[in-house]
């Protein structure tokens, strides 16, 4: 069973759009939302994380929105740069420990 | 903040050699790190989970022989592949979290080429 869908696979937007990329996840015992980026040869790095406490966590240009109802959780990103051009990850936290498939993101200038 | 110190960054070796990875926790102890493997173009492949003082805990497919997993301290795991086939070649992550849960610092990968 696939714990954690994430989508699109890729996404291409214009300097200065917003990006959106999902999360939806199956395993309701998680408790910790967080989005990773990742450069190519490079490990993932924390970008920004939620709890589910809360619905929304915004840091600079990135914002988590959490929907718990619908098992959801999407990074969005404003202002996109093409410095932001890299795969995101979401990876939820419960029990165990689940990578989403990744979103390859291109900002193009 | 946490930083987890990977080497080699890279790797070229000739088939039917073993290659040791180092993870290093710096600034804080890691009773637990993680292995992951990645092809391009994919998401990490959780391969085992490195427990210090203890044996690793090995994801389902993945060759405890040929995968081997060392936790002697908590600032240091290392895997090595040994008998390494081109087949093998991927990127390996390791990564720990200072909290023992939640957010997890990862290393900055090895690029494994073996040929």
């Known amino acids: 069973q696939q714990q954690v869908k994430q989508s699109p696979q890729s996404l291409i937007v214009q300097k200065g759009g917003i990006s959106i990329i999902n999360c939806a996840y199956e395993?309701?015992?998680?408790?910790?939302f967080p989005w990773y980026q990742q450069f190519p040869g490079k490990g993932p790095a924390l970008l920004i994380a939620?709890?589910?406490?809360?619905s929304e966590k915004k840091e600079g240009r990135f914002t988590i929105s959490f929907n718990k109802s619908a098992k959801q959780f999407s990074l969005h990103i404003m202002d996109s740069q093409p410095g932001d051009s890299a795969t995101y990850f979401c990876a939820p936290v419960g029990n165990q420990f689940y990578f989403g498939t990744g979103t390859s993101l291109t900002v193009i200038p | 903040g946490a930083v987890v110190s990977q080497h080699p960054s890279r790797v070229i070796c000739k088939s039917g050699t073993s290659v040791k990875i180092e993870c290093r926790s710096l600034d804080f102890q890691a009773t637990t790190m993680f292995w992951y493997r990645q092809f391009p173009k994919q998401s990490l492949m959780l391969m085992a989970t490195s427990n210090e003082g203890s044996k690793a805990t090995y994801e389902q497919g993945v060759e405890k022989d040929k995968f081997l997993i060392n936790h002697a301290s908590l600032t240091l795991s290392t895997l090595t592949v040994t008998s390494a086939h081109p087949e093998d070649s991927s990127f390996y992550i390791c990564s720990a979290s200072p909290t023992g849960m939640d957010g997890y610092t990862f290393g900055s990968g090895t690029r494994l080429t073996v040929v």
């Open positions: 395993n309701t015992a998680f408790d910790y």
């Open positions: 939620i709890r589910p406490d809360v």
